[in-house]
C-alpha cells in the first residue's frame, strides 16, 4: 500500500448528460452496512425531476428511432465499459450491500451480463411481438410493437446495482427513455452507472438517474403528464397504491412491485419490456 | 330542396325480432330477477321504449361473480382446450344464423343504419368469436412460454357504440384463454347482450361461464369494485377509464383500457381526392361518429384545402339521414338525448371559439334524436372542437404546409388511438405512419377492423390491445408475465 491520499469521488446526479449538482443544493449523508460514513450524496429535488422529464423526452425522438441495431450496440458498450469499471462497481456493491467481495462481483457479472441480454433483445421484439396481420379483405395489415415514452423507474431498494440494472435496461431496450430514482440507501452504484452511461455513446437524456428518495420524488412522477409509464419496483408497499392511483390520472402504464423484492437473478424474459411497448397496427388496401 | 337521388322507403322488417316487454339479469345459465330498480331502453330514431331492463344491484353483481368463479374452478377452468374451442365455434355459427335478428334489434336499441349493423357488427362480431375459438387449444403459442394460464374471473364493461361487437372483443378473448365472464352492457343498448344470453343457451355453454348483468353506472363500478374479480377490462371514455384505473390501484387485479380518441387524418396534396373524401366520410360519420378511433380531426395540405373541402361538402349533401331500419340510410340517430346534448354543446362552443360550421340541407325526423354532418373550418388547434372528443358526425378541419407539421398536429393531443394517411407515395406511407403516437393507422383507408389486427390505443387512449395474437396477453398469465 502506498501512502498516497486518495481523490475521493463526488457524487452528483446524471441529469440530461451532464452531472449537476441538484438544484436544490441538498445533500445527504451515504453509509456503508455498518453504518461509516460513505459520501454525500445529492438528494434530488421535484425540479431535478422535472428537469430530467424534459431531457428524457428531449432525447426520445432520436432514441426510439434509432435502428434497432444501433441501439443494440449502444446498450452492448455500456456493458462493455462496465466490464473494465466491474471493480469499482465491486466495491461499492460490498460495501453499501454489506456483501463479501465475491458476492459483490458476482453481481456486478450478472449486472454485465444482463446489459449483453438486453443488447441483444433490441433487433428481436420486432419480430417476437410484431405480427403480419391476415385481414379478411384485400389489405395489407401489419402491428409492430413500439416504446411507449417516457419511463419514470423507482430502482430496488436493496439490490442497489444489479436490481437497479435490471430495471433501466429493459426500459431503454425497448426505445424508451428513463427518469431513474435510485436506491435511497444505496445511491452510489447509480451515479457510477451513470459515468458508464455517458461513456458509451448512451445520448444524454435517455436515461437520467437522480439519487435520492422515492417517497419523496414518486408522487410527482406519477402524476406527471409527460411521463407515459412508470415502474414501481423500489416502491414500498403502501406508496405504491398511491402511486398507482396517482398515475391512473393521466391513464400511464403501471409496472407493480412484489411485496418482496425479488431475486435479480432469475431470468425476467420479456416481463419488463411488455409493460413499455405498444403495438401500432398498420393498413393499406392492396389493389393495382 | 329534394335530395340528389330519390329513393323509396327501403325498411327492414322488424317482424324477425321478439323484443320481450321486460329482462332479468343472465346469471349462472339463467335469466333471473334482480334485487334492484329497473329502467327502460329506448329507440333513439323514435323514442318509443323496447324494453324494461334490470338495474343490477351490488348483490346481483355479487351473485353473478359467483357464479362465474364456480364456472370458472370446476367447469370451464378444467375443461379440454379443444371443447372450449368448440363451445366458441358453435357461439360463431349461432350468431351468423341469427345475424339478422341480432343486426335489426342493434339498429333498434342503438340507432345505427341497418346497413352498418347488418354488414359490419353483427358480422364481424362472429368473426371475432371464430377467430378466438380457433386459440384456444393453441396458447402454448401466444408468445407468453409454455402453458399460460387463464387470469380466472374478468369483469367487463363495455359502451353503447357497438354494443354487440365490444361484446364480442370482451367475450370472445376471455372464454378462448379458459377465463369466465360478467359483462355489464351499456345503460342505453343492453338488448343485444341480453339476446346473446339466448344464444350462450342454445349453444349448450355451461351455467356462469358468461353471465349479463345489466344496468349503469354504479352496477359497473360495483363489478370493477368486487374482490373475487381477477381482471378488469373496460371500454369507453377516458374520464371513467381514469376511475377504473384509480379504483383497481393497490389490487391483484389486471386492467385493461380501450378510451376516447380525437383521431387525425391527414391529407397530402398527391392523395387520390375521391378516395380521400371517401375515408374522410368513413371516419368521421360511420357510426354517426360514435366511434373513439373517428377521424374527427381532418389535416389537409394547404394547397389542396379548396379542391377537397368542395369535393367532401358535394359528398356529404348526398348522405342520407333517417331510419335506421330503411337499407338506404347512410346515418341513424344519435344514440340518447344526453349524448345530443353534449354534441351539440361542443359545436356551439366550437363556434363561439371561431370556427365556421357547415352543414349541408337536410330535413331531420320530427321524432328522437338527431343531428346532421357538420364540418367545421377555420378551426386552430387550441380549440375545443379540435381537443375534446365529440363523439358524434362533427369533423374539425385544420391545415399544414409540410410533412413535419402534419405529423407535429397529428400527435398535438392528449390521445392516440388512430390516425389516417392519404398520400400514393409509399415512402411518404411508412415515414409518417412510424411517426404518428396512435395503435392503428389506416394509411389510404379509415376505419377498417378484423379480429386479427390489433386495436388498442397509445397514451391517454388506454393500454392493453383487442384481437390477434398480442390480444391474448390481456387474459393470461404465462412465465414471461
Not at chain 1, 19 to 43: I, K, Q, W
Amino acid at each position: 500500500m502506498s501512502d498516497r491520499l486518495a481523490v475521493r469521488k463526488t457524487y452528483k446526479l446524471y441529469l440530461g448528460g451532464a452531472f449537476p449538482r441538484s438544484e436544490s443544493g441538498r445533500t445527504y449523508e451515504v453509509t456503508d452496512a455498518r453504518g461509516h460514513f460513505l459520501a454525500n450524496a445529492a438528494r434530488a429535488s421535484r425540479k431535478d425531476a422535472r428537469d430530467a422529464v424534459v431531457a428524457a423526452r428531449g432525447a426520445f425522438a432520436k432514441w426510439s428511432g434509432a435502428t434497432a441495431y444501433n441501439r443494440g450496440q449502444v446498450l452492448y458498450r455500456v456493458a462493455e465499459v462496465m466490464e473494465g469499471r466491474a471493480a469499482q462497481f465491486a466495491e461499492e456493491v460490498a460495501a453499501g450491500e454489506g456483501l463479501s467481495a465475491g458476492k459483490a462481483r458476482a453481481a456486478v457479472d450478472a449486472a454485465i451480463d444482463r446489459w449483453v441480454w438486453y443488447a441483444g433483445w433490441t433487433d428481436k421484439l420486432a419480430g417476437v411481438l410484431g405480427s403480419s396481420n391476415p385481414v379478411a379483405g384485400p389489405y395489407f395489415g401489419f402491428s409492430v410493437p413500439e416504446p411507449t415514452g417516457v419511463v419514470a423507474v423507482l430502482a430496488p431498494q436493496r439490490s442497489s446495482l444489479l436490481g437497479l440494472v435490471s430495471v433501466v435496461a429493459p426500459v431503454l431496450a425497448a426505445g424508451n427513455t428513463a427518469v431513474v430514482v435510485s436506491s435511497l440507501a444505496r445511491p452510489l452504484p447509480a451515479i457510477t452507472l451513470g459515468e458508464v452511461l455517458a461513456t458509451s455513446d448512451v445520448p444524454g437524456g435517455v436515461a437520467n438517474l437522480l439519487t435520492g428518495d422515492a417517497a419523496e420524488l414518486g408522487p410527482w412522477l406519477a402524476e406527471h403528464a409527460d411521463v407515459d409509464g412508470i415502474d414501481l419496483a423500489g416502491a414500498p408497499t403502501p406508496l405504491a397504491m398511491e402511486l398507482e392511483r396517482s398515475a391512473a390520472g393521466t391513464i400511464k402504464r403501471v409496472l407493480r412491485a412484489p411485496a418482496e423484492e425479488p431475486d435479480w437473478t432469475a431470468d425476467p424474459g420479456l416481463s419488463r419490456m411488455r409493460p413499455f411497448l405498444e403495438t401500432k397496427s398498420v393498413w393499406h388496401p392492396m389493389g393495382v | 330542396m329534394t335530395s340528389l337521388f330519390e329513393y323509396a322507403p327501403a325498411p327492414e322488417s322488424r317482424s324477425i325480432v321478439d323484443v320481450r316487454p321486460s329482462y332479468g339479469l343472465f346469471v349462472d345459465g339463467e335469466f333471473t330477477d334482480g334485487t334492484g330498480s329497473t329502467m327502460k331502453t329506448v329507440n333513439p330514431a323514435t323514442e318509443e321504449v323496447l324494453s324494461e331492463v334490470t338495474v343490477g344491484s351490488s348483490e346481483d353483481v355479487d351473485r353473478a361473480v359467483r357464479a362465474a368463479r364456480r364456472a370458472f374452478t370446476r367447469v370451464w377452468g378444467p375443461m379440454r382446450p379443444a371443447d372450449r374451442g368448440k363451445y366458441l365455434f358453435r357461439i360463431a355459427r349461432l350468431l351468423q344464423e341469427r345475424a339478422r335478428e341480432f343486426a335489426v334489434l342493434e339498429s333498434l336499441d342503438n340507432g345505427k343504419p341497418i346497413r352498418e349493423s347488418r354488414d359490419f357488427d353483427v358480422p364481424q362480431a362472429a368473426a371475432h368469436f371464430f377467430h378466438h375459438a380457433g386459440w384456444a387449444d393453441k396458447l402454448d403459442h401466444a408468445g407468453l412460454g409454455p402453458a399460460p394460464r387463464p387470469l380466472g374471473v374478468a369483469g367487463q364493461v363495455i359502451p353503447w357504440n357497438f354494443p354487440m361487437l365490444m361484446l364480442a372483443w370482451k367475450i370472445a378473448p376471455a372464454l378462448a384463454t379458459g377465463n369466465t365472464v360478467v359483462l355489464k352492457p351499456a345503460e342505453t343498448t343492453p338488448l343485444t347482450a341480453l339476446l346473446f344470453a339466448e344464444v350462450c343457451q342454445q349453444a349448450d355453454l355451461p351455467p356462469g361461464v358468461v353471465n349479463i348483468v345489466t344496468g349503469a353506472g354504479e352496477t359497473g363500478r360495483s363489478l370493477v369494485a368486487h374482490p373475487d374479480v381477477d381482471k378488469v377490462a373496460f371500454t369507453g371514455s377516458t374520464e371513467v377509464g381514469r376511475e377504473i384505473a384509480r379504483s383497481v390501484a393497490g389490487t391483484q387485479k389486471r386492467l385493461t383500457l380501450e378510451l376516447g380518441g380525437k383521431a387525425a387524418n391527414i391529407v397530402f396534396d398527391d392523395a387520390p381526392i375521391d378516395q380521400a373524401v371517401e375515408g374522410i366520410v368513413r371516419g368521421i360519420f360511420f357510426n354517426q361518429g360514435h366511434v373513439c378511433c373517428a377521424g374527427s380531426r381532418l389535416l389537409v395540405q394547404e394547397s389542396v384545402h379548396d379542391e377537397l373541402l368542395a369535393s367532401l361538402q358535394r359528398r356529404i349533401g348526398t348522405l342520407r339521414i333517417g331510419d335506421p331500419l330503411d337499407k338506404n340510410t347512410d346515418i341513424g340517430a344519435i344514440n340518447s338525448a344526453e349524448q345530443l346534448v353534449r354534441i351539440r354543446e361542443l359545436s356551439e362552443i366550437g363556434e363561439a371559439e371561431g370556427a365556421r360550421r357547415w352543414q349541408p340541407e337536410c330535413t331531420l325526423p320530427d321524432r328522437g334524436w338527431w343531428f346532421p354532418p357538420t364540418v367545421f373550418t377555420d378551426v386552430s388547434a387550441a380549440h375545443r372542437i379540435a381537443r375534446d372528443e365529440v363523439f358524434g358526425p362533427v369533423l374539425s378541419v385544420l391545415t399544414f404546409r409540410t410533412p413535419d407539421e402534419a405529423v407535429a398536429k397529428a400527435n398535438n393531443t392528449t390521445y392516440g388511438l388512430s390516425a389516417g394517411v392519404w398520400t400514393e407515395k409509399g415512402s411518404r406511407i411508412l415515414s409518417i405512419t412510424d411517426r404518428l403516437r396512435a395503435g392503428v393507422v389506416w394509411a389510404n383507408t379509415f376505419n377498417e377492423f378484423d379480429p386479427t389486427s390489433p386495436f388498442g390505443g397509445y397514451k391517454q387512449s388506454g393500454y392493453g390491445r383487442e384481437g390477434g395474437r398480442q390480444g391474448l396477453a390481456a387474459y393470461l398469465q404465462g412465465d414471461d408475465r
